[in-house]
């Protein structure tokens, strides 16, 4: 009876190594989401730092993912509006928080991405885009960033 178990104690346990490793970061991400570690539960701090909150009525897809991206379950079609949130965690910390704005008028829109890098001296980022002006995202100040957002009708928060 013994040998019968050591006979098959053996391939099991190289077969489960085996999964283990190739699904060894899905596994750790079901048993410790960041999702839950810096989704809603992470306000606080997020408030302590001045960066916008992420709703709890907000939403993410990205189950098995160290960038998570909340978006409001449904999202205008036009105006301008906040529409959504990214979180970047890397080993079981955050290092990025960041909201987009859009504004979507006339067949057309524009962009401002306002982000917190915590592993970044300066911290704060602030990013403009309109396909009308330039090819890609251009940096810009908190003040024009603030300014845009003004001339929206929205405020950062």
């Given at each position: 009876?013994?040998?019968?178990?050591?006979?098959?104690?053996?391939?099991?346990?190289?077969?489960?190594?085996?999964?283990?490793?190739?699904?060894?970061?899905?596994?750790?991400?079901?048993?410790?989401?960041?999702?839950?570690?810096?989704?809603?539960?992470?306000?606080?701090?997020?408030?302590?730092?001045?960066?916008?909150?992420?709703?709890?009525?907000?939403v993410?897809?990205?189950?098995?993912?160290?960038?998570?991206v909340w978006?409001?379950?449904?999202?205008?079609?036009?105006g301008?509006?906040r529409?959504?949130?990214?979180?970047?965690v890397?080993?079981?910390?955050i290092?990025?928080?960041?909201?987009?704005?859009?504004?979507?008028?006339?067949?057309?829109?524009?962009?401002?991405?306002?982000?917190?890098?915590?592993s970044?001296?300066?911290?704060?980022e602030?990013?403009?885009?309109?396909?009308?002006?330039?090819?890609?995202?251009?940096?810009?100040?908190?003040?024009?960033?603030?300014?845009i957002l003004?001339?929206?009708?929205?405020?950062y928060?």
């Open positions: 009876m013994r040998k019968t178990r050591d006979k098959f104690r053996y391939p099991l346990l190289t077969i489960f190594s085996f999964i283990f490793l190739l699904t060894k970061d899905k596994l750790y991400y079901l048993m410790f989401p960041p999702g839950r570690k810096y989704g809603v539960a992470f306000n606080a701090e997020r408030a302590r730092l001045g960066i916008a909150l992420l709703p709890d009525t907000w993410t897809n990205d189950k098995f993912s160290e960038t998570k978006h409001p379950v449904n999202r205008p079609d036009s301008s509006f529409s959504s949130k990214v979180v970047v890397k080993s079981g910390s290092v990025y928080d960041g909201d987009t704005y859009l504004r979507i008028a006339g067949g057309g829109y524009e962009k401002l991405t306002i982000g917190y890098s915590y970044d001296t300066s911290g704060w602030y990013k403009y885009y309109n396909p009308l002006i330039a090819t890609e995202e251009k940096n810009v100040t908190k003040y024009r960033a603030d300014s003004n001339n929206w009708g929205l405020e928060k």
